[in-house]
């Protein structure tokens, strides 16, 4: 009897022990099916995490873009707040990122050509009846003389912020109008599992950046030529500089955007325009650019149309690196020019 009770116990230990070990079998199964089903759903949990981020920063961006331009035409004091917590956690200043330089002929009938590096400062007049500098930045204006209508003239010192250019003929009229403007940005950064989607907020335009992929200019500045009644050119360009304070970048869900308002830099007709721009960063902007504004000059060029071509073009070299130009240029156009000023804090 002993010994039947023996046996007995061990066999059911050793069922015992059995499904123990199939328990145990199933279990480890079930996990390993479980992290194969991780592993295989893994980078699809990251692009949907990443295509979340990438629509919560676009639609941000689009809202703060569109609410800076309704601040900008704003009058000076006023403005407005936007409430997102996305904008507060990515958002980062970008200065002096593009530098744009305006030059036109509005008085007279001479053709002058002003250029800037530095503290020097170089005038030639094709009928040599150039006569008075006048330079102005944001500390002083100081006045030149020159001599048979060219001349390079030294400036004592470094030209600080915005700088304006005139020039007086012979007559006494002014001739030439110079400008140079050094414009702020914004950058949206928003997180992804392979990098930073950046969204650029420059001059009014977006530019976009996706981790692996090229810069797109989603928007550009506001620079438009329309033909009027008459069959004349008027030439309209609104330039955007954004003032972003240190507060701008900390934790918080009211973004303000204020209008600090605007000045006008041309408003006449005009000659002979030279439109160049200077972009900090990546060199495939500039090229972007100057395809939106001058790609029809092209197409005209090959069908030996030039004559019928009444819009932007590149002034020098095709590739567009001494700027553009408006075709024909020696024909007076309207020309406005305004700098519009916000602030973001």
């Known amino acids: 009897m002993v010994v039947t009770y023996v046996r007995r116990s061990i066999s059911q230990r050793e069922d015992a022990v059995s499904e123990i070990l199939g328990v145990t079998m199933l279990l480890a199964m079930v996990v390993m099916v479980i992290g194969g089903v991780f592993v295989l759903l893994g980078p699809f949990l990251e692009d949907i995490g990443d295509n979340r981020e990438w629509s919560a920063g676009s639609v ?59 503290s020097l400062v170089t005038v030639s007049s094709l009928n040599r009846t150039a006569s008075i500098v006048k330079i102005t930045d944001e500390n002083s204006t100081q006045s030149f003389s020159l001599e048979n209508g060219s001349g390079n003239i030294t400036i004592d010192g470094y030209l600080i912020g915005n700088v304006v250019i005139e020039i007086e003929d012979i007559h006494g009229t002014i001739s030439h109008r110079f400008v140079q403007v050094s414009l702020d940005g914004i950058r949206l950064n928003n997180e ?7 969204v650029d907020l420059i001059n009014s335009g977006r530019i976009e950046t996706l981790p692996g992929n090229s810069i797109d200019v989603k928007q550009f500045p506001r620079l438009r030529n329309d033909i009027l009644l008459d069959g004349s050119s008027r030439v309209t360009m ?29 408003n006449q007709q005009a000659r002979n325009l030279i439109l160049e721009f200077d972009i900090a960063g990546d060199p495939s902007i500039a090229p972007q650019y100057m395809h939106h504004w001058t790609g029809d000059y092209e197409l005209f060029l090959a069908g030996g149309t030039l004559d019928d071509y009444h819009d932007f073009g590149p002034y020098g070299r095709l590739s567009g690196l001494d700027g553009i130009t408006l075709y024909p240029s020696n024909i007076p156009f309207e020309f406005v020019v305004t700098l519009q000023s916000v602030e973001v804090y």
């Open 238 to 266: 609104i330039l955007l500089d954004l003032e972003i304070s240190a507060s701008a970048s900390r934790q918080m869900t009211n973004v303000h955007i204020d209008s600090n308002g605007q000045v006008s830099l041309f």
């Open 60 to 118: 941000a961006a689009t809202q703060l873009n569109d609410r800076i331009l309704i601040a900008a035409q704003s009058p000076e004091g006023t403005g407005l707040v936007q409430q997102n917590v996305q904008l507060s956690r990515s958002m980062t200043p970008l200065r002096d990122v593009e530098t744009w330089t305006i030059q036109a002929d509005i008085g007279g009938s001479d053709r002058t050509i002003v250029s800037l590096e530095g």
């Open 192 to 198: 992804l599992s392979k990098g930073n989607f950046e």
